[in-house]
């Protein structure tokens, strides 16, 4: 089962969003946004992707989006970035 949040988060890069995409539990696809930068990771390109299961990264009901507003933040970010090499 796949689900999907949107949570504040913070990194070097300062404050910004986080949308997961969270398949059996644990994180499968993952979009960063601080300002213009833009990051993003999936199962073949983990080191952007949080390596915690869904009930230690404490994202609630509360954070939860729908998929179509995942798939947009993740379109962008494929958009916006280069490809993995």
Same mark, same amino acid.
């Given at each position: 089962?796949?689900?999907?949040?949107? %949570?504040?988060?913070?990194?070097? #890069?300062?404050?910004? +969003?986080?949308? #997961?995409?969270? +398949?059996?539990?644990?994180?499968? %696809?993952? @979009?960063? @946004?601080?300002?213009? +930068?833009? &990051? !993003?990771?999936?199962? *073949?390109?983990?080191?952007?992707? *949080?390596? &915690?299961?869904?009930? @230690?990264?404490? #994202? %609630?009901?509360?954070?939860?989006?729908?998929?179509?507003?995942? $798939?947009?933040? !993740?379109? $962008?970010? #494929?958009? %916006?970035?280069?490809?993995?090499?």
């Amino acid at each position: 089962m796949k689900r999907y949040f949107k %949570r504040e988060a913070e990194s070097e #890069l300062g404050a910004g +969003t986080a949308y #997961l995409e969270i +398949t059996n539990g644990w994180p499968s %696809r993952q @979009v960063e @946004v601080y300002g213009a +930068t833009w &990051q !993003w990771g999936d199962e *073949a390109h983990p080191e952007l992707l *949080a390596d &915690q299961p869904l009930d @230690v990264l404490d #994202l %609630r009901e509360e954070h939860e989006i729908s998929v179509a507003e995942f $798939e947009r933040a !993740w379109s $962008e970010a #494929l958009e %916006r970035c280069r490809p993995h090499s």
